[in-house]
Nanobody, 122 residues
Framework: VQLVESGGGLVQAGGSLRLSCVAS????????MGWFRQAPGKEREFVAA????????YYADSVKGRFTVSRDNAKNTVYLQMNSLKPEDTAVYYC????????????????WGQGTQVTVSS
């Protein structure tokens, strides 16, 4: 499975961005998707995850209430809507996929995208 993220960019604090992650190759709708991020000098951290049918979602406490993960299986695409962005949200954002059950642990995910940069200015 190949994953390609898009939608990153530079935005002022308080602004919004929507990231997309398109899956191609040997895809199946029976996969969960996770969003993770990594800031310079920091470890990769969990942001959000969604189960294969969208019925279960998880969020990191730091983004809960501001970010929303969703998916369109007809388009093999998962989205991360990011509102009320803060400078501390600045990072490279990655999507990753695994089996049907969503988890928060990046080690559970086998396929990763190349990442998209999100920069939030104060």
């Amino acid at each position: 499975v190949q994953l390609v993220e898009s939608g990153g960019g530079l935005v002022q604090a308080g602004g919004s961005l929507r990231l997309s992650c398109v899956a191609s190759g040997r895809t199946s709708i029976s996969y969960a998707m996770g969003w993770f991020r990594q800031a310079p000098g920091k470890e990769r951290e969990f942001v959000a995850a969604i189960s294969w049918n969208g019925g279960i979602t998880y969020y990191a406490d730091s983004v809960k209430g501001r970010f929303t993960v969703s998916r369109d299986n007809a388009k093999n695409t998962v989205y991360l809507q990011m509102n009320s962005l803060k400078p501390e949200d600045t990072a490279v954002y990655y999507c990753a996929t695994r089996g049907p059950i969503a988890t928060r642990n990046p080690a559970d995910y086998g396929s990763w995208g190349q990442g998209t940069q999100v920069t939030v200015s104060s």
